[in-house]
């Protein structure tokens, strides 16, 4: 049965992260985060436990953009769980008049390509995430500040104008992605004890 994630669910879902989808503990904690602040919407697969979720992010107010991570148990995968809960999540978005919705998953523990593609999703675009193993940097003579929220529109501009030309050769629209919402002012602060500028 899918339903709507309650606070009870935290412990299951946390464990269905940490030992089967071997995410970064970074990844951890910003999801912790955002079940707990309720930032995001997440329905859950119960039938007798959890054997998978959805979670739901507004990634944008302006662009009415989503963002979705579909998690199910391994020993539950190939059963339907996955595409009764993004059937679920597509009534929501559809209610909310979504206009663009994007996924990202590892394809290098187990590529879900095939079965998004079923869903009516296209590639967009890809990318790597990498960690630096190697030895240990000298350190920076620079020195960095956290993010403060009087920086805001500089902040924005300097995003939108960086990113412009990648955008642009792939074809990413908007081009110049620039958001000065409220909302997502409100969010940059949030994340400001990880924002840093020189």
């Given amino acids: 049965m899918v339903r709507e994630f309650i606070d009870d669910d935290l412990n299951e879902i946390n ?11 970074e990844e951890f904690k910003e999801f912790q985060k955002r ?23 507004k990634t944008s107010t302006e662009f009415n953009k989503w963002s979705i991570n579909i998690y199910v148990l391994k020993n539950s995968r190939k059963s339907g769980i996955a595409s009764l809960l993004y059937k679920k999540a597509s009534e929501y978005l559809k209610n909310e008049k979504a206009n663009l919705i994007t996924i990202s998953f590892r394809k290098d523990i187990e590529d879900s390509t095939e079965f998004f593609k079923k869903l009516g999703f296209k590639t967009w675009f890809s990318c790597y995430d990498m960690k630096y193993n190697g030895t240990k940097q000298s350190k920076s003579s ?23 030309e990648l955008r642009k050769a792939n074809d990413i629209t908007p081009y110049k992605s620039i958001d000065i919402s409220d909302e997502n002012r409100k969010n940059t602060l949030k994340r400001k004890d990880n924002i840093y500028y020189s």
């Fill in 15 to 25: 464990r269905i992260l940490k030992d089967e989808c071997l995410i970064s503990d």
């Fill in 142 to 164: 620079l020195e960095f500040k956290n993010y403060e929220d009087r920086y805001f529109e500089k902040y924005e501009k300097l995003g939108g104008e960086c990113f412009y």
């Fill in 35 to 57: 079940l707990e602040n309720k930032t995001n919407t997440t329905f859950v697969y119960d039938e007798n436990g959890i054997k998978g979720f959805i979670e739901l992010n």
